[in-house]
């Protein structure tokens, strides 16, 4: 409670900015050169290193970064458990190595803190760093998505978050038992949700370069959404909380196990091919709202009016 309250009365408290690196050569020289463009200056950058093998620390080396590197992988939340173990900072602010963060993106986490009394904020994307059809309907499923996300939530992504350090060692940070990124964001937040105000800012995204290919968006999808599941499973209560997932979803995830079911079924009886054809109709119905947002590219120039000082 002491360290909360002189973060709140600290003019410029101490922020540790912490950045899980696996393989992440191709993005990580424009997330670091957007960090170190911040207005911001008490900060430090660590630099977590989860066993990259892609030659990333030519990167990494040439900023003046903490750098730590893991022998062995172990997955972003122990990555960023390790950052926060060796951090001076009493805020910790969390950033992916795929994300460009704004000039002014740590002044407003730090702002947000010290102004709502919160232990933690959190936004999501402000624009995509690639013009790929599939980049952009991925950062326009995103906007969709989380459009409607209140002011006071009880979840956040760990790709733009800010937390107070000892909030985040009170509910012992990240699950490590997740090799690849998933859902660790979303039990860390949610665990500090519990007993914490958390606050969703609108308007402080980051940028992100999304997958450039269909099959590596899928694959992705795929990746996340089975820690997902195993977390719903594990904590159902999830399903009627404030988090930064939309309620629809689960049905958009539930109807295709339905069709899979109804196919299944139909060898024994064939009306349960009706079964299965309903899920197919039904599914992009559940969408429909998103289909129309998507058919009228609604934020794909949203970065243009969004205020966001970017130039580095």
Not at 35 to 61: A, H, L, P, Q, T
Request: charge should be positive; charged fraction near 20%.
């Amino acid at each position: 409670m002491t360290e909360q309250i002189n973060v709140l009365t600290e003019v410029h408290p101490k922020v540790s900015v912490i950045i899980p690196v696996y393989n992440a050569k191709a993005t990580l020289q424009r997330c670091l050169d957007s960090i170190f463009s911040s207005f911001y200056r008490n900060f430090e950058v660590i630099v977590v290193d989860d066993c990259s093998n892609d030659g990333c620390e030519e990167v990494y080396r040439k900023f003046l970064c903490k750098i730590i590197r893991i022998n062995k992988r172990s997955g972003p939340g122990k990555a960023r458990n390790i950052g926060a173990i060796h951090s001076k900072g009493s805020i910790l602010l969390f950033i992916d190595a795929d994300c460009i963060a704004g000039k002014d993106w740590i002044e407003k986490m730090v702002n947000r803190l010290c102004e709502n009394s919160v232990v933690a904020v959190g936004s999501g994307y402000s624009f995509s760093a690639g013009n790929s059809k599939i980049e952009k309907f991925a950062f326009l499923e995103l906007k969709y998505r989380t459009r409607k996300i209140p002011q006071f939530i009880e979840s956040l992504d760990s790709c733009n978050l800010a937390c107070r350090k000892d909030a985040f060692l009170s509910v012992g940070g990240f699950p490590v038992h997740l090799r690849y990124a998933g859902s660790e964001d979303f039990e860390f937040s949610y665990n500090l949700s519990r007993k914490n105000k958390l606050l969703w800012d609108k308007d402080n995204g980051v940028g992100h370069c999304f997958r450039v290919s269909v099959m590596e968006y899928l694959r992705q999808q795929y990746n996340c959404a089975k820690p997902l599941v195993n977390l719903y499973l594990r904590k159902p209560s999830l399903i009627v909380s404030k988090t930064h997932h939309k309620k629809n979803g689960y049905l958009s995830i539930l109807f295709p196990l339905l069709l899979i079911i109804g196919l299944l079924f139909s060898l024994f009886e064939t009306k349960w091919l009706l079964f299965s054809l309903a899920s197919i109709f039904i599914t992009p119905l559940n969408e429909l709202g998103f289909l129309i947002f998507l058919a009228k590219k609604e934020g794909v120039n949203c970065v243009k009016n969004s205020g966001l000082n970017l130039s580095i």
